[in-house]
């Protein structure tokens, strides 16, 4: 193995464990968060550190693919939290 690529697996390893690390944070944010807007957020935050990990995961295997699920889960995270937020400030997502 190359020095190139023994630092690129540090650099993947040390990405997934602070991406883990934040995504366990989230969680425990999502589980004590005193208000409903703390929730919205780390629910929302938590979106995004799975969003983080799937493209590690796709960097370290080398694939494609795992862009393309990024793009998708990245909208329904987006509007699964605009939903959940419009729910609690108004009480209906529909007008």
Same mark, same amino acid.
């Given at each position: 193995m190359t020095l190139a690529m023994d630092v690129m697996n540090i650099a993947l390893w040390i990405a997934f464990v602070t991406v883990a690390a934040a995504q366990v944070m989230a969680m425990i944010?999502? +589980? +004590?968060g005193p208000g409903t807007g703390d929730r +919205?957020?780390?629910?929302?935050?938590? =979106?995004?550190?799975? +969003?983080g990990l799937i493209i590690l995961l796709g960097i370290a295997?080398?694939?494609h693919i795992y862009f393309? =699920?990024?793009?998708?889960?990245?909208?329904l995270g987006f509007v699964s939290t =605009?939903?959940?937020?419009r729910f609690v400030l108004?009480?209906?997502i529909i007008e």
């Open positions: 944010r999502l +589980i +004590i +919205i957020l780390a629910l929302d935050t938590m =979106v995004v550190n799975a +969003i295997q080398g694939s393309e =699920v990024t793009l998708i889960i990245a909208m =605009v939903a959940y937020a108004r009480g209906d």
